[in-house]
DNA sequence: TAGATTGTTAATCGATTAACAATC
DNA sequence: TAGATTGTTAATCGATTAACAATC
């Protein structure tokens, strides 16, 4: 994937201060200073200055960052601004799940459509999504114009799959399946997230030497 | 949550071995060297045997490392020799699907319940999974010995079932709501995913200014 | 204005990479 | 043995934290 001069600590930041910011502009907050923002994130004030300072000064000396503003900059910093069309391809329990994910659709997502090869049975519904045919993915793809690929098959077939979403011209593959997707000559940005990953990190702690622990 | 010794940036990279050891154990390679495991991972011999010994000298020198007893030395570190009773609250379309993900069974994850304050209707089951109302939470847990505790409830209550699970004696929280739990004073290990932190990393890339790639 | 708080530079800390002696 | 490759120390790089002048 290509590779931003923000660096990837700071990208990974952003989601995290556009959640909170929503939460508090729900609360009715309006103004914030980067040290509250610290305190109710777990970052610290500087931290947050610098990262904000990635993308341009948003706060104003003395009064702190205005929440709507701030939240509003970030999610165009995220691209929230824009409407997305997704595909899911793996309609299994994963891809069930995510055509299902009701936050996606407040976000801006729009699931065009499911693919698989056999279950659910294609031309089947999935929460009104229908399924289709993986065969017919690419030209799906051409003619709806899809943003975002998304990866829920067995971990066989990802990799041939994201290179098919590639080859269609999907610029966003969000890949579930356990094995890293790759696609650094073309244009394509993949994000991996692997769930067993994380569930394993959770099972280190759980077995970690006490006495290493401080 | 505790801190650990070992650096996070290591113990995360360290399920994307085991990941990467398993496919080589599969394809028949019997040794690897730093170098080879680092081209076909995609990280630096460097780095690679640095990890590795944060945790003890797996490799002989002149040789390199044995596939498959890397892979049950980081299977160990990560303690997936043990089994795990595992409970889910929230039985939604992302709970429901991880009580149907064959593949955590595989490395000796049960689902012992699903927990639910309406549907699917408490009592039916879920691919084997009985649905369970959520006030019989802890004295499940006590009873069976849970071990993890998986949140896909919504935001609004997840960090009062966080607290309840932790109760309730369960020492490691999966949690797949969109807000930060922690526990620091409790005894309890937390790992967030946050699903849409992820795919907003994802448009952020997307809507990069392509003038700032290189 | 005075107080507060940013934007930004400098200092510190930690993680990654490079190098090489040890040794299989 | 000679070649290969680790384990480990040292050098570098980047990210976080601290400090403070600018300014609202």
């Known amino acids: 994937m290509v590779r931003s001069r923000v660096s990837d600590a700071v990208i990974r930041r952003m989601p995290r201060y556009y959640r909170y910011l929503v939460d508090l502009e729900k609360n009715g ?7 509250k923002l610290g305190r109710y994130t777990g970052l610290t004030a500087s931290q947050i200055r610098q990262d904000f300072n990635c993308f341009g000064g948003f706060g104003q000396q003395g009064y702190g960052y205005n929440v709507t503003d701030l939240k509003n900059t970030i ?5 929230l601004h824009k409407h997305y069309q997704v595909i899911i391809v793996g309609a299994g329990n994963v891809g069930q799940a ?23 049975p294609v031309g089947t519904f999935v929460n009104g999504v229908l399924v289709w045919p993986v065969e017919k993915m690419e ?12 990866i829920t098959t067995p971990q066989s077939v990802a990799r041939k799959i994201a290179e098919r979403m590639a080859e269609a011209g999907i610029k966003g593959i969000w890949n579930f399946a356990p094995v890293d997707v790759s696609l650094p000559e073309q244009d394509v940005c993949v994000e991996n997230l692997h769930l067993s990953d994380s569930l394993l990190t959770l099972t280190y702690h759980l077995n970690e030497d006490p006495a290493k622990k401080e």
Request: zero cysteines; glycine letters at 8%; aromatic letters at 10%.
């Open 29 to 35: 907050v309006e103004r914030i200073s980067s040290e």
């Open 75 to 79: 999610a165009g910093i995220l691209g």
């Open 98 to 120: 995510l055509a299902n994910y009701t936050n996606f659709k407040d976000e801006g997502f729009t699931v065009a459509a499911l693919f698989d090869t056999q279950s659910p």
């Open 139 to 150: 030209a799906f793809v051409r003619e709806h114009q899809v943003d975002i690929g998304i």
